[in-house]
């Protein structure tokens, strides 16, 4: 369960919100608060006013893991190993655990053939999947994706979609601009303004921007 009380921070505006869903997805324009929300959901920043709880605890108390749209500005070791070995070694994980981690990561984004190589080699694709499998090797409670399907090929977009399906996380927000994958989720949120103005399933949501670019392209089909 995530709830969001009172909430202001940096031109985000959310009287109240609770959401009771596993994959939530985050969508609307640009400049509509969407990472700023993930940001706070993350406990990457701390809210100037109001309260978020997640699973009943603040942010800054569990376990998150984060993949961004651009994984250049995140990653950063020279080794693929060292990189999705980050988050236990950060945890002080003894080195049979941080093992077994990072091979139980790597085989859920489908990776252990990258585990030697340098970051710097890989493509844009494949520093998306390294920074997904880093995220999962913290094993989250909570996964947050920030439009990191947004340069991605259609193999490479279809397994980041796989990978949150399997993941254990309890809750996985992911802002998208891809109103497909969005359609797949639980719960969509649009935001508009810093605020969310429409929250429910899919096809609540997606009914009222139906006459919208919001539409999945994929339900005009149907």
């Known amino acids: 369960m995530i709830r969001i009380n ?42 100037g006013t109001g309260t978020i709880r997640i699973l009943g605890r603040s942010p800054s108390s569990l376990r998150v893991g984060w993949v961004g749209e651009f994984p250049d500005r995140t990653l950063l070791f020279s080794r693929v190993y060292d990189e999705v070995a980050s988050t236990p070694r950060f945890r002080h994980q003894p080195c049979p655990e941080t093992e077994r981690m990072v091979m139980a990561a790597a085989r859920m984004v489908g990776i252990g053939d990258l585990l030697e190589r340098r970051v710097a080699s890989l493509s844009g694709g494949e520093k998306v999947l390294v920074a997904l499998a880093a995220a999962c090797a913290g094993e ?21 979609r796989q990978v949150v399906q399997e993941s254990p996380a309890a809750h996985v927000l992911w802002c998208t601009q891809s109103m497909d994958t969005a359609a797949m989720a639980d719960c969509v949120i649009f935001m508009e303004g810093g605020r969310v103005r429409y929250s429910g399933t899919p096809e609540e949501v997606f009914e009222i921007l139906k006459e919208t670019c919001y539409y999945p392209a994929i339900w005009r089909l149907r």
Request: charged share 30%.
């Open 6 to 47: 009172d909430l202001r921070h940096r031109g985000l505006e959310i009287p109240e919100l609770t959401l009771d869903a596993r994959h939530i997805a985050v969508i609307g324009p640009n400049g509509s608060g969407k990472t700023r929300l993930l940001e706070v959901c993350s406990g990457i920043e701390e809210p």
């Open 140 to 160: 989250p409670e909570v996964l947050v994706l920030d439009e990191a399907d947004s340069h991605l090929d259609a193999v490479t977009a279809k397994r980041l």
